[in-house]
């Protein structure tokens, strides 16, 4: 009878050697390169069903193989909704038809975009790859979930006012969601003029429903000592599916006491100048 440390040992030894041919099965199993039978062409795709807006891409992995005993020149077409777009890229080239060789696998990636008008459904489009005599056909199915749309503006329509150097300014935006989806996380910022401030209340959106709107007040701080005339003040809403802008002209002018100030020192300018010529100009 074997002592009963020697048969722990063995079963270890045993399993170790077990799990060994297993990790080493299952790592050739992975390095090995999908096949095609023998003779067998074909177009498939790793995702054939995308959501996405109506102003997004819907972006395909596509793999081609020709499956044939000689190299093949596929030409790629598809059958499109009226408006719609469709590019294929190879290598992050823009290609119509690609040249494969005999038993080898080329990947292609589809990107289609819908029409800013299309109606929120799922849309079928058949891709195919002809080469001669042989069709390789691949449906793709796109599922419009609706549009982004944004508009900045101001309440009144009104996009200029006046400002007095040295002071601040409030002005009005509104944020509107003229899109079929909700807007998360929006953001209003400011582009002015070097030295200009500018604070937001509220300062972000976290959501705004399609159709809604919101007002933001936008308080825009003048430097001292600006000089007078017309100045662009840039306003941007924004989230990660869309955009507007708006361009906002604002007049700066002196402040009255400051005009006074400046009359003042060219009233003394004139009269030290009288003094003077009064008291030297006879000699």
């Known amino acids: 009878m074997l002592p009963q440390f020697t048969i722990t040992r063995f079963s270890a030894a045993r399993s170790f050697t077990v799990l060994l041919l297993f990790l080493t099965f299952a790592s050739q199993a992975q390095q090995q390169p999908v096949t095609w039978p023998v003779g067998k062409s074909g177009f498939t795709a790793k995702l054939m069903n995308i959501e996405a807006a109506t102003n997004e891409t819907f972006r395909y992995s596509t793999t081609l ?6 190299a093949r020149i596929y030409e790629l077409k598809a059958d499109l909704p009226v408006g719609w777009m469709i590019a294929y890229k190879v290598d992050g080239s823009q290609v119509t038809s690609i040249s494969v060789d005999a038993g080898k696998m080329q990947d292609i990636a589809i990107e289609i975009n819908a029409t800013a008008m299309a109606s929120p459904k799922k849309y079928t489009i058949p891709v195919k790859a002809i080469a001669g005599s042989d069709t390789l056909s691949l449906n793709l199915e796109a599922v419009v979930k609706g549009s982004y749309g944004l508009t900045l503006s101001t309440p009144t329509g009104r996009v200029s006012d ?6 601040q300014k409030e002005l009005q935006l509104t944020v509107r969601n003229s899109g079929a989806l909700p807007l998360n996380d929006l953001q209003v910022t400011a582009q002015l003029p070097t030295g200009w401030e500018s604070t937001f209340e509220p300062a972000s959106i976290k959501q705004l429903e399609a159709g809604k709107s919101m007002d933001i007040k936008v308080t825009v701080k003048v430097p001292d000592k600006t000089i007078s005339g017309d100045y662009a003040a840039n306003f941007t809403a924004t989230n990660s599916n869309t955009n507007s802008q708006i361009a906002f002209r604002l007049l700066v002018k002196t402040s009255l006491l400051s005009g006074w100030v400046g009359f003042l020192v ?6 030290v100048v009288y003094y003077l010529i009064r008291k030297y100009g006879r000699r």
């Open 65 to 70: 193989h020709n499956g044939s005993a000689s």
């Open 162 to 167: 006046e400002v007095t150097s040295g002071s």
């Open 266 to 271: 060219i009233l003394v300018a004139i009269g």
